[in-house]
């Protein structure tokens, strides 16, 4: 009776649990519909759970939910349910929660994919809408959090990316701070973008976050750079960030080549930055920008602002704002107050001339535009026009004079207002100087600015040092062209420029001439001079002035280059050789005094006199230099020479019977000129050397007197600077130059000249030649510091696939190379010329040598797309088709996610650094064509073949051609089932056919159905 009883019992707890399994289904399949039932349906559930016991309600909800873990595809209604079922595990912080959970990280153990991914999915929603007041045991956490971290290592993407939004509420904690180690440990090593982009949504504000975050704004992903951005302006105040930071934000941000991006960072810029922080202020914004340090920032902050209607100008609001009029004037009174000018703050200064030249272009864009109209449209367009102008007028000053005026008190004002007086000087583009009263005014003021001695002081030992570059006009380069531009405005009329500015010169040197002049004075007029030589157009121009040339070189120039003070021979030198550019021919004394400083001065004074001497020789000419020099060299000699002839630097005097080159080859041989400057880095004189020789290799042809034998001397003298160990710090971009340089060689195509047969086959067999050798340029790798070891990982399986140090990007590198030669052959059409085949071979033979590391993922994805096009492209050659297909298999035996198919801004963004456009249709699959079967040379049993062939036609066709994925040899599908058929029919007959197949087989590793239909 009682076994009867409890029998009983449990089929009516079944019968239970089945009826609440139905009333919780139903309920789900409600939810499902719509997230606006949501609301009224967690009370339902809530009440049924209230009225169930916890373990029955339980086990029959995590059975009706059982079947959501196997569902894989992410449709909108199982989206709605898992919110749902989280927002009811959410609300109930009960022992209800904490069995859900632990259901849950069972799911997240499981070895089925789906069941991990829902799991995690699930998890991370009830976390993220679980209220901060929830009671939920330690207990839990602990082992949730754990879970959570191994499954944030999971194979899965989508498993991953849940697993770190669950774990993105805990980071915060400092007792969870293993999180953020995790997260910063597997950020830089994650290929997928989606992962990528959570992760960079997760990380908590701070300082060891900070750079991670920005650092991703370089990411090959368009949503993880905009996701950076999104995630700088909600958790990092624009006071948390260093300057730097900051600009380095808007530089990348706002030149973005992706519109998404850009938006997504000029809303940080206008939203966060200008409007919370600043108030609206543009001038208080570019205070956090320190525009003096980064003007060209700050500029295109500006810019932006202006464009999008944000800077607005209050009442009054203009630079006549900073000029008030002294004193009290009455009516008929003639005399010119002087103005009371109040000083500019260098973020005023900037804000005020980007403000100008945008209404200017503004006013121009429309005055055009209503030239280019008529009618109401062309008034409307007048009217925007001139309203622009006006609104002009009133922020510039009234009269030249105030506008002078205002500038000569920021230049007396000393170096801290010396942006401003620079930013002030390029307004003077926006005035009309034609008035000769307003010209003599801005002359008057421009003699007193060119006159005014260079900024200098005492160093600790009592020496006058001059501050700035030493070689600039003003110390500054940028103050030098902004003094230039204002003095070509003002003194706008033909010569007139040049003969102002020489005749300020002729005053400064007088001193120089009579040799009572100090340092100080010959770097001022020395200055002042360059300045001149660089804007000036010849020195036929500088004839009849205050100065002649001849006089400028023999009283300035060439005693300043022999001045004992180091920096008054440095600026003469760069002097010498602006002059001797503007020379119809380069004058002896001139050269001969180059060479000496070259020869016989410091480092940095040879510097300059190596990049005079070979502008000179670029200029003019090897062989005008060295007649000029008039050196006793027979013409035989020279077009016999072979190598250069070796200098003694140490006992010549710089006036040997050597020619130029020879002497400046021989800087080659000096081991301290090897290394850079102290005060600069990135000079020395041999890379001043090497960029030299290059360029005058590279422009050969235009050097008939240089002998061809010495081409290769040059040539193995840069690939020794290239690999010395010395010149680490030039860049590898043989890559670069590949396209371009095989473009130039290849006969018959781009223009090039063929002519016969023996000539363009000995034109091909050269490009062949450097296409090796610029291969093996590209490959060898450079000097690798012994503290890096193990850098560079090796395979023997995957020859072709290497994991080099990450210090070449991929531009520079062989994926670079490997797609710039892809793009290349892709792009030409189907009906090629012969050249162009041969072009096209030429290239998939250097394509296919070429190595890819695996940690470009990105380049690999794309060259596995670009290689279904090159394979159509010599679709005809059969051994290169091999040597692709196993090329193919190397990629993909290293892509780290096969199926992971690449977007195509992901694509667009690749293509874009190499500076690539690409028209091809890079949606397709990367798997590699297959094969056409090549033309069988029995007659007769082609047509058996046909006939046999045509019988089966009726016979179902694959839609698409069949994906091979191995190199191995097999038979095609379609021969199979024609043997297959024939078999049963006739086995004499079937014998042929695959004696047939066999021999189709040794013709092509791979017979594709298309092919084999047309044979």
Known sequence: MAVREEKVMEENGTEEAKRLMLKIAAILDEARTSYATHNRKLKELSLLRAKSSSSVFFSAFSRTLTPLFDFQRRLASVERVVSFVSALAASASDEFLDCFLKFLLAAATASNKTARFRACQIVSEIILRLPDDAEVSNEIWDEVIEWMMVRVRDKIPVVRTFAVRALSRFVNDSVNSDILDLYLEVLPLEQNADVRKMIVLSLPPSTATSQVIIDCTLDVSESVRKAAYCVLANKFPLQSLSIKLRTLILRR?????????SKECFKLLKDEWLTKSCNGDPVELLKYLDVETYESVSESVMEELLKAGLVKLQNGASIQQYISSTGDSTEGDTIDCPPCIQLMEAEAALYWRTVCKHLQSEAHAKGSDAAATMGTEAEVYAAEASDKNDLLEKILPATVNEYIELIRAHANAGSNHRFATRQLLLLGAMFDFSDATNRKAAGAFLHELMCKCPEHEEDDEGNIVVLGDGLSFGGDIDWAEAVASFARKVHAAAGEF?????????????????????????????????????????????????????????????????????????????CLGLYGLLERKPSAELLKQLRISYIKGPHSISIEACRALIDLVMWHGPEEVDK?????????????????????????????????????????????????LPSNEEECVH???????????????????????????????????????????????????FMPVMRSMWPGIFGNYAGSNFTVSQMRKRAVQASRFMLQMVQIPLYVKEAQPDCESTTTEQPQVTDKCAEVPFDCGEEGLALRIAVEVASFSSKKTAAEKAYVSALCRILVLLHFRISEQGPIKCMRKLLHHVVECVSSEKDLLKELKRMSERLRTVDSLPDKELLQDEVNLILGKLELECDLDLGGPVSMPQTPAAPLTRPARSRRRVRIEEESSDEELPSVVPTTH???????????????????????????????????????????DDSDASD
């Open 253 to 261: 941000g706002l030149a973005d080549r992706s519109l998404a991006v």
């Open 498 to 574: 040049e003969e102002v500015f020489l005749a300020i010169i002729e005053e400064l040197a007088q001193p120089c001439k009579e040799r009572i002049a100090n340092h100080v004075q010959w770097m001022h007029s020395l200055s002042l001079t360059g300045l001149l030589l660089k804007n000036a157009k010849s020195l036929r121009i500088l004839q009849g002035k205050a100065i002649t040339p001849d006089e400028l070189l023999q009283t300035l120039l060439l005693p300043g280059a022999k001045q004992a003070h180091l920096d008054v021979q440095r600026i003469a030198v760069r």
């Open 628 to 676: 000029m020099l008039k050196l006793n060299i027979p013409c035989q000699i020279n077009s016999e020479k072979s190598t250069f002839c070796p200098v003694n630097f140490s006992d010549s005097e710089g006036d040997l019977d050597i020619e130029t080159l020879d002497i400046l080859y021989g800087g080659f041989e000096n081991g301290d000129w090897a290394s850079p």
């Open 687 to 737: 890379a001043i050397l090497g960029e030299g020789f290059a360029k005058i290799l590279l422009l050969s042809d235009n050097y008939p007197s240089l002998p061809i034998t010495l081409h290769p001397v040059i040539l193995s003298k840069l690939i020794y600077l290239y690999f010395s160990d010395v010149s680490e710090h030039l860049h590898r971009c043989i890559a670069k130059s």
């Open 966 to 1008: 191995h190199t191995v040899k097999i038979r095609s599908e379609r021969a199979s089932k024609t043997a297959a058929i024939n078999k049963m029919s006739s086995a004499r007959r079937s014998l042929k056919i695959d004696e047939m197949n066999e021999q189709v087989e040794e013709d092509s590793d791979v017979t594709s």
